[in-house]
Each structure stands twice: as structure tokens, then as C-alpha cells.
């Protein structure tokens, strides 16, 4: 299969993938990479790092069709394009196509290292992913770059807490305690901390 086939048939199933979600009435619910909302994977907090507008909004699907297939294409075409890359992991993450979304931020990130957004979206993306590992670097790169951001910190302890790492959640939770003492995800980052120190799952 040529490139051009490959970039058809990843666009095939995008459209597919995005008229299912129109027609069950979710896709306007749906967040996306770049703005705020909550997380999609199990057991976020509800500070989980901000995911956005929906990219398609409401419309017919062959308009909807058109501006995926337009992305994709840019994204592809101008790899020196930010917010063409950008734009691309937003239409992925939508799908729950993870592992695209993260392909074009790794992009972005290349173009613009010090863009905060993308670093924190690297992160929340990686999360909802499961690589726990690199969710949990790209949090600590964001913490580097602002070190109070309450979302970020609740990310990462929701990474190293699924990772298994008490000490490291543990040093997560206290800094989201210093920052925001109040914080309705303590709670439940204690128990499950509690039961991680115990052994229970």
C-alpha cells in the first residue's frame, strides 16, 4: 500500500469514527487536545489537564469529511506547521486514536519546545493512552516550565499513581496539597496511596 492509499484509508476510518459519534449524539460532547474540559480515561481526576473544543462541531458529514481530510493532509504536507500539527492530534485525540494524537504533538514539540500547552497535552494524552511513563515525564517537563499548575500536578499523581510508584505519587500528591489544599481529588489520591503503601489495588 502507497502513502496516498494509507492517508485514504486513515481518513476513511476518521470519517467513519466521527458520523458513528455524530449519530449517537456524543461528538458535541467530545474534548478535544488544545482547550478545557475533563479527561476521557478511566479514573481521571476531575482536575485532569484541559482537552477542549470539539474540532467538527455540528454539520453535515461530508463537510466534516472534508476538513479532517484537509488536516490530515496538511499536518502531513507542512511538518514544519505547529498548529497544522496541533490541529491533527486534536481530530486524533477525538477518536481516542491516542497514539496519533501523540505522533503529531511529539511533532509540535519538536517545533516548539517551550509551547506549554503542548508539553501539558503530551502528557494528559500519554495518560489517557496508559503510558504511564511518559505521561509521567512530560508532567514533570510541564512542572519545570510552571510548578503550580493544579491540573498538571493532579495529572501526574494520577500517573505515577497507576504506575505503582508510591514514592513518586506520594511526592505528587504533597506538592497538589501545597498548591491547592483543597483540591476535591486529594481524597481519593490518599485512598488509592493508602491502599498502594498496603498492597491492595
Known amino acids: 500500500m502507497n ?7 486513515i481518513i ?19 474534548p478535544a487536545v488544545v482547550s478545557s474540559g475533563p479527561g476521557t480515561a478511566q479514573n481521571l481526576p476531575s482536575d485532569h489537564p484541559p482537552v477542549g473544543d470539539n474540532a ?11 476538513q479532517v481530510q484537509a488536516s490530515i493532509e496538511k499536518a502531513r504536507k507542512e511538518p514544519k506547521n505547529f498548529d497544522a ?7 486524533y485525540y477525538q477518536i481516542q486514536r491516542y497514539d496519533q494524537s501523540i505522533e503529531f504533538l511529539l511533532k ?8 506549554y500547552q503542548t508539553v501539558v497535552n503530551l502528557g494528559m494524552v500519554n495518560l489517557d493512552a496508559g503510558h504511564y511513563d511518559n ?19 493532579s495529572g ?7 504506575k505503582g510508584d508510591a514514592k513518586a505519587a506520594e511526592d505528587a500528591i504533597a506538592k497538589l496539597e501545597k498548591v491547592d489544599p483543597n483540591s476535591q481529588d486529594l481524597p481519593q489520591f490518599r485512598d488509592k496511596l493508602a491502599n498502594l503503601k498496603s498492597g491492595k489495588k
Do not use: C, H
Open 3 to 9: 502513502r496516498e492509499n494509507l492517508l485514504f484509508g
Open 12 to 30: 476513511g476510518i476518521l470519517f467513519g469514527f466521527i458520523v458513528g459519534f455524530m449519530l449517537a449524539g456524543s461528538m458535541s460532547q467530545k
Open 135 to 153: 505521561a509521567e515525564k512530560w508532567y514533570n517537563a510541564a512542572m519545570k516550565m510552571k510548578s503550580d499548575d493544579v491540573q498538571v500536578l
Open 156 to 162: 501526574l499523581a494520577a500517573a505515577t499513581l497507576q
Open 56 to 66: 467538527g462541531g455540528q454539520g453535515n458529514p461530508q463537510a466534516i469529511f472534508a
Open 108 to 115: 509540535a514539540n519538536e517545533l516548539q519546545p517551550t509551547d
Open 85 to 91: 500539527q496541533v490541529k491533527a492530534a486534536e481530530l
